[in-house]
Structure formats: C-alpha cells, structure tokens
C-alpha cells in the first residue's frame, strides 16, 4: 500500500519522500478559473493561497523535483459541480498538465470524469474523488465505466467494508483516506465551503440549537451525537491503527490529508504511517496489537491521546465492543 502526502511547493518534496511518501498530489487553479469566479471558489476545494501552487511554472518544479526521486505527483480538480462551460476548459488543463508530467487528476463531478474518459487520455489518470461517495463495489463500477482508473473511498467505511470491495474492484485502484482531515458529515453530500483562512470549517464550529418539534428537550441521544462533532479538529484525525489491515486488504493507496498545513505536520504525518505499515509488516499484529500501536504512534505524533470524534475507524476503540480492547488501554 502506498502512502499518497499533500504538497504545495517543490521544496517540500524532498522531505516528505525521505519521510516515505511514495506519491503526492497537489492544488493547482488554472488562471482562466480565476478569473471567472475570484478567489473564493476554488476549482479544488480549497482557496486559501497555501493549499494552491502558485504558478503553472512551480508546479513545473514541483513535478521535476517529485521526478527525479521518481514519484508521481496528482493534481485535485474536484470541485463540485463544476459549470458546463468549464468542463472544455478543465479537460485541456488536464492535457496540459500530461505534458509537464502530471500522473493523475482527481475530480469529483461526473461531467468532468466522462470528458476524460472520452478525451482517452492515458495520462493524467482520472481519479475518482471521495465526494463521489463510494460505499459499495457498485458504485466502484459505474465510477470505472465512466473513465476512473483510481476510486477514492467514502470516509465513513469500515476496515471490513472497504477489505469486502477490493476484490469486486478488479483492476481498478482502491484509495482509503486515513490520517487527519476526518469529516463529521457525509463528505459526498456536504455543500460546506472550505475557504476559511484560519482553516476552522463550518462542520467544526458549536452552534445554538432549539429543539423544535414534540418534547421539551433534545434527546440525550441526539445531543451526545450532535456533540461528538461539534468542536472537532481535523487536523487530529487518525486512522493509524487500520494500516495493516488496509494493506493487507489491497488497498492501493493510503491518503494524508492536509493540503496548505505546515511542511512539518506533512513530514510528521507521512512518519507516522510508514511506521504503522512497518509495523504491519514486520510484525503481522492482530487488531488488539493494531490498536495499542496506532495509539502509541498517535501520542508520540500529536502529543496527546486520541479522542473518539478524531477516529477514522472507531472498531478499533474500546466503545465500539470489542473483547480484545478493554477501557483503560488506549493511548
């Protein structure tokens, strides 16, 4: 299993291949998309400058500098939807990133995949975004007769469930997003801008509720849900300790979110999973092993323990009921 890091500029590459980076993937917003719909709508999901190459010209670099260490580098143009008229104008950017080297294109809105897909590029490869949001080998399918050579999973599955796709997936590359970035709502469905400067998205704000139908009260039920993720941080999602299961599943590509972070916290994330697949690797552990070491990892990363609404993969806590973990051992 591969482990796929955000970059942003060619000098970071170095550091998160020496890290174990085996692929990057990159925001790039083309100048005509620009100047269209100005600096609040991005052609990728994220508009702060940070997250963006800045220029065609440093992604040129950035494409050299991941080359000669011979990783390939994706390009996010997933934003959803995107305007007919810009479907034309995407699909040549795609041909022009081909020509600077560019392996892949991740998108998320079906126009866009099909003008690809009947373009027959063979480079970039187009890959299915999560906000597709694939929760079973049948959308793996449809997403695979519509041109996309990689399926990038929904957030929400299970260790078991994304290992139940990967044979019906055939040919086609499965990616699991597992370590910080975690959603609290159904990625795929949520129409939420994430165009905050200080990076603090609306699904990670408190807000005021009012109980508005029969009863006078908000169920404790519904408010200790509502409260799970209410306040959560993205940047503390893990799924560390699903890596060896992952891989040992055949998923293709384990993603690092974190476009526009800080070049450590890319270094710091990219460690971590490599020595959790390490781990895996060496040792073949079992889920309780899985468990203790991925919250080891977690602390010695994030210095401080994991916490439920921060888990990619909640099996793995003693909450969810399983006998081999008891309260009292995680990280």
């Known amino acids: 299993m591969l482990i796929l890091s955000p970059v942003d500029r060619a000098s970071e590459a170095p550091e998160l291949v020496a890290a174990g980076a085996e692929e990057l993937y990159a925001g790039y917003v083309p100048p005509f998309w620009s100047d269209a719909f100005g600096p609040v709508v991005s052609c990728n999901r994220r508009s702060f400058d940070e997250a963006n190459v800045g220029s065609f010209d440093d992604l040129c670099a950035l494409v050299h500098a991941a080359a000669v260490r011979d990783v390939p580098v994706h390009v996010a143009m997933n934003a959803s939807p995107i305007p007919e008229g810009m479907i034309p104008r995407l699909a ?3 041909a022009e990133l081909a020509r600077i080297g ?34 079973n080998g049948m959308t793996v399918a449809f997403l695979r007769r519509a041109g996309a050579e990689r399926v990038v999973l929904a957030r929400e599955l299970s ?49 005021e509720k009012e109980w508005a139908v029969q009863g006078e009260a908000i169920p404790p039920e519904i408010l200790a849900a509502i409260e799970r993720n209410e306040g959560a941080d993205r940047f503390f999602s893990c799924g560390l300790c699903a890596v060896p299961s992952l891989e040992r599943a055949g998923v293709h590509a384990l993603k690092i979110v974190g476009r526009g972070s800080e070049t450590a916290g890319k270094v710091a994330a990219v460690r971590a999973v490599a020595a959790m697949r390490a781990y895996g690797r060496e040792a073949i552990p079992g889920p309780r092993e899985c468990a203790a070491r991925g919250k080891a990892l977690y602390r010695e990363t994030f210095g401080r323990p994991c916490r439920p609404e921060n888990c990619y993969f909640p099996e793995f806590r003693p909450s969810a009921g399983h006998s081999w973990l008891k309260p009292g051992r995680e990280g």
């Open 92 to 94: 040549e950017t795609a």
């Open 102 to 135: 560019v392996r892949g294109v991740i998108v998320s809105d079906l126009s866009l995949l099909l003008a690809l897909r009947d373009a027959k590029f063979r480079r970039p490869a187009p890959h299915a975004s999560t906000l597709f949001s694939v929760f």
């Open 159 to 207: 260790t078991a469930e994304i290992a139940a796709m990967v044979p019906a997936a055939g040919e086609t590359r499965l990616e699991a997003i597992g370590f910080r970035g975690r959603c609290p709502n159904i990625e795929g469905f949520c129409t939420h801008l994430h165009d905050d400067p200080r990076r603090t998205w609306p699904c990670e704000l408190r807000y």
